[in-house]
């Protein structure tokens, strides 16, 4: 299996702060990396596919970028709205792999 | 809009089978282009991929779980099932459905979750 790690594991930052999470893969995964966001209590929701293509609706303030082993998601200026936890997730072998999430606190 | 919906009794006994289905809206489980998965989350932890199926019945099973794992699906209902025999303790977990693309394989969208205990 392709192992994911993620971090920080949690941040807390303030509002208009750019936040970094980085996300790296055991074996190279090619374009094949997804984010995620989860609110406490509901779905995870795709924020990004593929490394950068974001998805629609999501604020353009979410950018993904990275290659091979080593992914970053970031996020230009934090909102309110923006807490919740993060998970990058490699769609490149199976069984797909999920990295263990970072935090994110306002 | 596509909208997925899990049910199923949220509490199983040790050692007896967990079931559940996913019912599909606003899309068919008979695409060509998706797949249709399982993920879980024990609680404060991180997401497990349990398997997917395709409208073929066609299966992959994350190796972990392969042996106590299966898939299932019902087009005229517009749903798929999973079931999970023996289930132990380390079962327990919020048991999301997800729709699953055939060429970048991101999870999209996800049911609301529900929570499966295993206790006796």
């Known amino acids: 299996d392709i192992q994911m790690t993620q971090s920080p594991s949690s941040l807390s930052a303030s509002v208009g702060d750019r936040v970094t999470i980085t996300c790296r893969a055991s074996q190279s995964v090619s374009g094949y990396i997804n984010w995620y966001q989860q609110k406490p209590g509901k779905a995870p929701y795709l924020l990004i596919d593929s490394v950068s293509n974001l998805q629609s609706g999501v604020p353009l303030r979410f950018s993904g970028s990275g290659s091979v082993t080593d992914f970053t998601l970031t996020i230009s200026s934090l909102q309110p709205e923006d807490f919740g936890s993060y998970y990058c997730q490699q769609s490149y072998n199976v069984p797909f792999t999920f990295g263990p999430g970072t935090k994110v606190d306002i | 809009q596509v909208q997925l919906q899990e049910s199923g009794p949220g509490l199983v006994k040790p050692s007896q089978t967990l079931s559940l289905t996913c019912t599909v809206s606003g899309a068919s489980i008979s695409s060509d282009s998706y797949y249709w998965s399982w993920i879980r989350q024990p609680a404060g932890k991180g997401l497990e991929w349990i398997g997917r199926?395709?409208?073929?019945?066609?299966?992959y099973y994350n190796p972990s779980l392969r042996s106590r794992v299966a898939m299932s699906l019902d087009t005229s209902e517009n749903q798929f099932s999973l079931k999970l025999n023996s289930v132990t303790a380390a079962d327990t977990a919020v048991y999301f459905c997800?729709?699953?693309?055939?060429?970048?394989?991101?999870?999209?969208?996800w049911g609301q979750g529900t929570l499966v205990t295993v206790s006796s």
């Open positions: 199926i395709y409208n073929s019945g066609v299966t």
């Open positions: 997800a729709r699953t693309t055939h060429y970048a394989n991101f999870f999209d969208p």
